[in-house]
């Protein structure tokens, strides 16, 4: 489960384990209602029915409240550290009455069972502060000893557990103080050593916690910079390259073919300048981001099929053939995020495929997932730098050879948008053959079922 707002490391952390106890605790109950079932019906032990079946089923109806509190919890968004914490302490507490609840009504002292009442203090550890589940640990040795010499002293009722040969263990002193000290000193021993490792990885836990926020903060002024340096640079850019264009229609009749030539040049830096300020501005946007803005169900074959059409004319004039199949499929997410993801893919492909070759685009659902491919029968990329091919600013040597213009970022900023809507990017090629990248989204929950479309 995924909470309604971003929670910090530690807050997952105590999250994640605050619903694992949840769903043990379902496991618990059911093993719990079967083994009472199997010394009925089997055995023949015979306890008081109406009590231990009341103290049985308590469990699971806590168990659904707590799912339920913590369910609201999330959708109002506030799970914070401290919610989950009381949340527990909520929960370990009944836990340990109940277990020693339902011990007292099968047998006492002679039901080896009453162990389980550590396993409550065992998954305390690593949610609560020392001195609370020091206090949950006394909570659990007194009523263990209440159920004990409670039972010996007949303050509380004793059910026989039928033994063969084994008298009642419950009016032995000896037996009653022997067991009683065993499982309050087994208790604060678990407290104590389990509670030291706790706090080692708890202080773990800060630790990490301070440095994620500081290279969150690092990444934060990382892209306030790029973005700052980046639209300072846009304008300036702008106005020289409208000044380039007027000179080189203006005097094109005054201009030897050499000084052309050179302004052209000029003018083609420019424009891979504006490119490269326009692709750092949309990295450093995405790169803060973790979840894409204006979520809309997106139509990903009716979008492929019109940036297909933009591409057509490009990959005619350059000789290449161009085909695109995708099957239809609706995305949950950011609709300009998507298209340039794959302008993108096949700008590059397209690019990247000499005369004669080939570009195929297909669309085809996996399960709950849309497999996106771009394949094309192009330069292909050198195998020892396929694990670069996702880095800032790379461009494999045979790609600069053919093409001398270009970012480096299209590659970068796919895959940040893939990682934005939860899939995954995978690259495939071989030099002189051709390249696949493939795209893996996750379809919008009304679109998994295909009679939608």
């Keep these: 489960m995924t909470p309604g707002r971003n929670l910090t490391l530690i807050e997952e952390e105590l999250y994640y384990r605050l619903t694992w106890s949840v769903h043990f605790r379902w496991l618990a109950s059911i093993a719990t209602l079967f083994a009472l079932v199997v010394a009925w019906y089997c055995f023949g032990v015979r306890f008081p029915l109406p009590q231990t079946a009341f103290v049985a089923l308590t469990v699971p109806f806590y168990n659904a409240v707590f799912a339920i509190f913590v369910a609201n919890l999330r959708a109002r968004e506030i799970m914070t550290a401290r919610n989950i914490r009381a949340i527990a302490i909520s929960q370990i507490t009944c836990d340990i009455v109940a277990v020693a609840a339902l011990v007292h009504f099968t047998g006492g002292i002679e039901n080896p069972f009453m162990v389980f009442i550590i396993i409550p203090i065992v998954y305390s550890l690593p949610l609560l502060k020392r001195w609370k589940v020091f206090l ?94 980046s639209h300072e640079l846009r304008a300036p850019l702008g106005a020289m390259r409208s000044l380039l264009q007027v000179m080189l229609q203006g005097l094109m009749g005054t201009l030897n073919s050499q000084q052309k030539d050179t302004l052209a040049r000029v003018d083609r830096r420019a424009e891979g300048l504006l490119g490269l300020v326009a692709d750092l501005l949309t990295f450093a946007h995405l790169e803060v981001m973790q979840k894409p803005q204006r979520r809309e169900p997106v139509a990903m074959h009716e979008l492929a099929d019109s940036v297909a059409r933009l591409f057509i004319p490009h990959a005619e004039e350059r000789g290449v053939s161009f ?62 730098k396929l694990p670069n091919v ?59 079922d295909p009679a939608i479309h």
């Design 390 to 448: 996702f880095d800032e600013f790379f461009r494999a040597s045979n790609a600069r050879q053919l093409v001398p213009e270009g970012s480096g970022m299209g590659m970068a900023i796919s895959k940040r948008i893939v990682e934005m809507h939860g899939g995954q990017i995978t690259v495939v090629s071989e030099e002189g053959k051709g390249t696949s990248f493939n795209v893996l989204l996750p379809l919008a929950k009304a679109a998994e």
């Design 136 to 229: 949950l640990t006394t909570l659990a040795a007194v009523l263990v000893n209440l159920v004990y010499w409670g039972q010996y002293f007949g303050i509380l009722e004793h059910v026989h557990l039928p033994t063969v040969g084994v008298p009642c263990l419950y009016k032995s002193k000896l037996y009653v103080f022997q067991t009683s000290f065993m499982m309050t000193v087994t208790l604060y021993l678990v407290d104590f050593v389990g509670g030291s490792i706790a706090s080692t990885l708890r202080r773990r836990e800060r630790e990490l916690q301070a440095t994620y926020r500081e290279l969150r903060d690092l990444q934060e002024a990382r892209a306030f910079y790029v973005r700052k340096v």
């Design 323 to 384: 085909q695109i199949s995708t099957a239809p499929a609706t995305v949950d997410g950011n609709r300009e995020d998507l298209r340039q993801l794959i302008t993108n893919l096949v700008s590059n492909a397209i690019r990247y495929t000499p005369q004669g070759g080939h570009v195929w685009v297909t669309g085809v659902i996996e399960g709950d997932r849309l497999a996106l491919s771009v394949r094309d029968t192009g330069i292909g990329i050198p195998n020892d």
